[in-house]
Structures are given as C-alpha cells and as structure tokens.
C-alpha cells in the first residue's frame, strides 16, 4: 500500500545528471551486481533489525547455481550482444571490475531480471529503483520497502527463505519475455 508520509528513496545521485538512458534489447536473463564482502554483509544487522536474509547469506546460496556466470563489468561490456547471457544468472562482483556509474542504466536496461539482495545496514538499494527506471524486474526480499509496495508475480518476484533462492532463479529464468 501507499504510504503518504514515507520518505521516498532515490537512485545514485549521479544517474539525475544524465540525459536519458537508452534502452538495450534483452540480453541478460538475471543479473545480479554488488560488492559482496564477507567481512561487511555477513552480519545479523539485516536478519535482527529487519528478519531478512542478509547479502552474504544469499550471495553464498547464488554461488551454487549452474546457470551462474561470475564475470567483470567488462566482459559483460563486450559479450552483452553474443547471446550467452541470455538464460544466465549473471554475477558481477564490485571488485572484479564494476561498469561505470554513468553506463550503469544503460547496460543494466539488457537485464530481464536484477536479483537484489538487502544492503548493509537496510533492506533497500538504489540497485532496484536504477533498475525498475529501465524496465528491469526485481527479485527482492522486501517488496514492501518501496512506496507503493512490489507485488509478487506482478511487478517483481519474491523470495522469502535461503531456500526460495534457486527456485526464484529457476522460475525467472523459466518465464517467457
């Protein structure tokens, strides 16, 4: 439901600056991008505060799926159009070489999917709202931290339990465009 006295939350700042970002054609199944340090995600501040999986958690459930495809923001940049991203779950680790902010939309608009997995100290990440902004569907395990909430099957997908995270991948790599 919509809540009138919500704070809105907002993409990176730097995504205002830029004229309006192009849309791709399809070519990414799900993609899921993001720092991914044990030492900074793997903490109960998410599951205490918000009784969410936090990143590290679903980052290590990500990590056992046989369509992931661990690449760095340029190899995505240079086999986006080869076709091999298309029924993938597509992992790009900040510190393997992260796409410039200023093509971030850009590149992120080929996605079916962006798999979001909660922040460090809150469940939201400009990630989703970038994403949503280019026509990009979230898989999310709060739906209902943004205004007005995300409903499953309609507008996102939603996983709950470490134990929805494959089938969540297989389903949205299972759906037609």
């Given amino acids: 439901n919509y809540q009138k006295n919500a704070l809105p ?8 600056l830029q004229s309006e970002t192009e849309i791709l054609p399809k070519n990414i199944g799900i ?31 990500i990590l056992k799926h046989k369509k992931l495809l661990s690449i760095s923001g340029d190899e995505l940049v240079r086999d986006l159009n080869s076709g091999e991203f298309r029924n993938k779950l597509v992992l790009m ?25 909660p922040g460090m100290t809150m469940p939201m990440c400009h990630n989703v709202l970038e994403a949503m902004s280019v026509g990009v569907i979230p898989i999310l395990n709060y739906p209902h931290w943004l205004n007005p909430s995300l409903k499953d099957n309609f507008n996102c997908l939603v ?9 969540i991948i297989d389903k949205a790599l299972s759906l037609s465009s």
């Fill in 9 to 16: 939350y907002i993409m990176h700042p730097s995504n205002y």
């Fill in 93 to 117: 680790k900040w510190q393997s070489g992260a796409i410039p902010t200023e093509k971030w939309r850009y590149y992120l608009s080929s996605a079916e999917f962006i798999f979001c997995a």
């Fill in 31 to 61: 993609l899921m991008s993001g720092n991914f340090e044990e030492k900074i995600y793997n903490t109960n501040v998410i599951p205490d505060n918000f009784g969410l999986l936090n990143r590290w958690e679903i980052y290590t459930e």
């Fill in 159 to 167: 996983y709950k339990s470490i134990v929805d995270v494959k089938s």
